[in-house]
């Protein structure tokens, strides 16, 4: 069951099905987020925390097993899909999509501040963690440009 959540119910999986390669997993996750994030577009913001606070919860425990050495394999997807849904929390529209493009770019390139310090913590922890980080910033992100139009 761990390892069904920890790749995003298989979407973790696909790109070593189509490309003989774990690489660019994390943005199926991402991908997968974006169409729980679509279903409740219209929910109220706290609806979207409560799933990104299960999905955090998920990652948690999921991913335990798979971080040995402090490892964090590519196809374990599920941090994407929780630090994709943080970016979301209470936006739509533009808001939502620079939110969805911060929180990808700042999980894939880790320059932001506090993006690879938190993948440096220890186990599934630093695995959930940086995610979680790159998601405040899109969230941030996302609600700025809300703000600002």
């Known amino acids: 069951m761990q390892k069904l959540i920890a790749t995003g119910f298989g979407v973790g999986l696909i790109p070593r099905r189509l490309f003989n390669t774990d690489n660019?997993?994390?943005?199926?996750?991402a991908a997968l987020a974006?169409?729980?994030?679509?279903?409740l577009w219209?929910?109220?913001?706290?609806?979207?925390?409560?799933?990104?606070l299960v999905a955090m919860g998920l990652s948690l425990w999921a991913?335990?097993?798979?971080?040995?050495?402090?490892?964090?394999?590519?196809?374990?997807?599920?941090?994407?899909?929780?630090g994709t849904l943080v970016a979301f929390i209470g936006l739509q529209d533009v808001g939502w999509l620079v939110a969805l493009?911060?929180?990808?770019l700042g999980d894939i390139f880790k320059v932001l501040p506090g993006v690879p310090q938190a993948e440096r913590l220890p186990g599934a922890v630093g695995i959930t963690a940086d995610d979680v980080v790159a998601g405040?910033?899109?969230l941030v992100a996302g609600w700025t440009v809300t703000g600002l139009i």
């Open 42 to 52: 219209t929910a109220p913001w706290w609806i979207d925390l409560l799933v990104a």
């Open 63 to 82: 991913a335990a097993p798979f971080a040995e050495g402090n490892s964090d394999p590519n196809w374990v997807v599920i941090d994407e899909v929780a």
């Open 101 to 104: 493009v911060v929180a990808r």
């Open 24 to 29: 660019g997993a994390g943005t199926f996750g």
């Open 34 to 39: 974006a169409l729980v994030g679509l279903a």
């Open 136 to 138: 405040l910033y899109g």
